[in-house]
């Protein structure tokens, strides 16, 4: 969905949008096209539109979080970091092809499922850890606030969403039920994530704390927010890796 949004805003004009899936055999010459992509059989998913393109400056950024080309108000500059989060998690890998005026294709490899086993049971299934908790949710960037609650709400959590600190203690004052964990972004205008979980732990005792934040390379930043890195998920996440987080700081794995 990332991809075809950009694709229908670099075509304001209109134009043509192209979605097409492949059987795709890569050799050592291929595999050069796409970072850590090994020699193997993929499946590929190519996106393509006739639109504005990019310079080669942009192609070098496109997946860098929050870098977007679009006007205040317009991007986040998440959604391709997004896209990227999730080719590598599946182990694939991704490529641009694009001129301006011309148009872009972005290409994605997906490794080929492997054959299940003969002797496997129909039917059966790997269980996965859902939850029941409640989740007070604190993200000024609605994007990322979406992406989180519709992962969490996927696994059966109860969200609270919030977009600033004032809105999550009012959030928490009108709440009569225990509130388990606090998903809360390191920045955010007004309050900063490390000051709204100091006010949760004094009114809600006992409430564990995972923190977010997109500038994980900053370690001033993060040193007083934070001791480990085990109560810290980056951004850009994919829902599972999020999900599998929270689960683990919920059940005190971390």
């Not at 080309?69 to 694939?92: D, F, P, R, W, Y």
Request: charged share 20%; hydrophobic share 40%.
């Amino acid at each position: 969905m990332n991809l075809v949004i950009n694709a229908r805003d670099a075509m304001p004009q209109g134009g043509q949008l192209s979605v097409r899936t492949q059987n795709v055999s890569v050799g050592i010459d291929g595999a050069m096209m796409y970072s850590d992509v090994n020699p193997g059989q993929y499946v590929g998913l190519f996106v393509s539109d006739t639109g504005h393109g990019m310079s080669k400056e942009v192609q070098d950024k496109i997946f860098e979080p929050f870098f977007t080309t679009k006007g205040i108000g317009e991007g986040t500059g998440l959604g391709m970091s997004v896209v990227h989060g999730i080719v590598k998690q599946c182990g694939g890998g991704i490529s641009i092809e694009s001129d301006l005026d011309v148009g872009t294709t972005f290409k994605i490899l997906f490794p080929v499922a492997p054959e299940v086993a003969k002797n496997s049971k129909p039917g059966v299934v790997t269980q996965t850890s859902e939850g029941h908790e409640t989740i007070l949710l604190v993200e000024d960037q609605i994007a990322v606030r979406k992406i989180a609650r519709i992962a969490l709400q996927a696994k059966g959590y109860n969200v609270l969403e919030a977009s600033m600190g004032p809105e999550a203690i009012r959030l928490s004052e009108e709440f009569s039920h225990p509130i388990d964990l606090l998903l809360v972004d390191v920045v955010m205008p007004e309050m900063g994530g490390q000051e709204l979980a100091e006010i949760m732990r004094k009114v809600r005792p006992g409430i564990r704390v995972l923190f977010m934040s997109g500038y994980t390379d900053d370690t001033a930043l993060l040193r007083d927010v934070t001791k480990a890195a085990e109560v810290l998920v980056q951004k850009p996440f994919t829902a599972a890796g999020l999900t599998r987080k929270v689960r683990a700081v919920l059940d005190g794995n971390v």
